[in-house]
């Protein structure tokens, strides 16, 4: 099994921002925070909603 980190989660979005790589999880932010949240390094430790299945890719957000 492979080491848990939202850098490989596939609920993750990376995009550039002012020059830097910021990490976004739409996923988690959807469903407990109501934003993305920011799980940019060092904020990367993977949360229940892990998963590297692409069938489970933003599940929450079907059920609204």
Do not use: Q
């Not at 939202?6 to 979005?13: A, D």
């Not at 790589?21 to 993977?46: I, K, M, R, S």
């Not at 892990?50 to 059920?63: A, G, L, Q, S, V």
Request: net charge negative.
């Amino acid at each position: 099994m492979k080491d848990k980190s939202c850098g490989n989660c596939v609920n993750v979005s990376k995009f550039m921002h002012d020059g830097k790589e910021t990490w976004c999880c739409e996923e988690y932010g959807f469903f407990f925070l109501g934003v993305p949240a920011n799980v940019t390094p060092p904020h990367d430790e993977a949360c229940n909603l892990w998963t590297d299945d692409p069938k489970k890719k933003n599940i929450w957000e079907r059920f609204v």
